[in-house]
Every structure is written in structure tokens, then in C-alpha cells.
């Protein structure tokens, strides 16, 4: 048994959320482990905005497609990264992800929400009254979970290859 892959392999995608509320500890301690998030020549072309006003969750949850439960999480990172920093999508992958392990070591769920590539990324950009120079990467929700549903996985066999490729049976 190992503590960090325990966490990891625990981790589900959680869409429905409990009312009780996150400490700030746990959410301060989440965003310090996405600043570490390794990043190309060590740029770091990042912000996060930390969305806690039920308002706000409201309307952003509005804009998206397919986050329309933002609306009743406890709050939302929103993940932006500077345009002109070349692997900006990369770094802030990275970031995201960690932001998600590090909450679910507490036992908080999260879901990555899409916000590269979205229609509505320039809505909540300008909603959150982030500057021009980023663009939304992802929008994480969070919460303690409510209902968690458990996915279809690949198995390992079907994925993995050693030395090179070859046709699986
Ligand atoms: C880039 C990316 C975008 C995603 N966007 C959404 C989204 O907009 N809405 C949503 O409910 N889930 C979204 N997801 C979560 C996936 O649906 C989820 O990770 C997948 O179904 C596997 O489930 P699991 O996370 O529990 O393993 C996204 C995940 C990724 C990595």
C-alpha cells in the first residue's frame, strides 16, 4: 500500500456535492500544490481564481455546457494560463490535476470541467474579470461528494506496451 497512489487510483470525476463547507486550509493547501505543478523552462503562466460567492457559482455554472453542477459545489478554481507561454495547456493541465489529487487527499471531490476550447472560456473570463493575456484552461468545482459514480476504465494490458508497439490479441 502507498499512501500517494492509494489517492490517486481513489479519485473519481464527482458531480454532486454536500453542503458542508471546505476549510481554507484544505483549499490554501490545494492551490499551493498546483503552484508546484511542473511547468516547461519553469514558466509557471498561471493564475487561479478561487470562486466562492454562490452568486458567482451560479452564473458561471450557467455558462458552461456541461457544468451546470458548479452551481451547487462549495466552490470553483477556475485555471487560467497566459496565452503567449507556449505549453501554457500542458502546465495547466498539470496544475489542475494536482489541484484535484491534493483535494481528494482530504477526502474532497472535484471534476474537471472543460475550459480550453470552450465557447463560453472568454464569458467566464471577463465574468471573473481576468485579463486578456489568459485564457481559461479548466474549471474545478468541489465539494465533499454526494453521489460518486464509478466509470469504465481500460484495463492495463490494453494500454501499455514495453519496448514498442505491437497488436495485442
Ligand atoms: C479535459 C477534460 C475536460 C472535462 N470536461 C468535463 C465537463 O465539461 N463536464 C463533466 O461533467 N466532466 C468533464 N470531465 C470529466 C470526465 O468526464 C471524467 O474525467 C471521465 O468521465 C472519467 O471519469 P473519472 O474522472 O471519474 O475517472 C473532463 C475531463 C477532462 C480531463
Not at 490517486?8 to 464527482?14: F, L
Not at 451560479?58 to 452551481?71: L, N, P, S, V, Y
Request: net charge negative.
Amino acid at each position: 500500500m502507498n499512501i500517494g497512489t492509494t489517492i490517486i487510483k481513489s479519485r473519481r470525476s464527482v458531480r454532486a456535492y454536500t453542503e458542508v463547507p471546505i476549510d481554507e486550509e484544505i483549499i490554501k493547501n490545494a492551490l499551493d500544490c498546483a503552484r508546484l505543478a511542473p511547468t516547461a523552462m519553469n514558466l509557471q503562466p498561471w493564475i487561479f481564481v478561487v470562486v466562492q460567492d454562490t452568486t458567482r457559482l451560479r452564473e458561471i455554472a450557467e455558462m458552461t455546457d456541461h457544468g451546470k453542477f458548479i452551481a451547487d459545489a462549495q466552490l470553483c478554481i477556475a485555471v487560467f494560463g497566459e496565452k503567449d507561454a507556449k505549453y501554457y495547456l500542458e502546465d495547466c493541465c498539470a496544475a489542475t490535476q494536482n489541484i484535484i489529487i491534493a483535494l481528494q487527499a482530504y477526502g474532497v471531490s472535484s471534476c474537471w470541467v472543460a475550459g480550453d476550447k470552450k465557447a463560453y472560456a472568454d464569458d467566464i473570463s471577463e465574468l471573473l474579470q481576468v485579463p486578456e493575456k489568459y485564457t481559461l484552461v479548466s474549471l474545478l468545482p468541489a465539494g465533499y461528494p454526494k453521489e460518486v459514480t464509478v466509470p469504465h476504465k481500460k484495463i492495463l494490458d490494453d494500454v501499455v506496451f514495453y519496448e514498442e508497439y505491437s497488436e495485442k490479441p
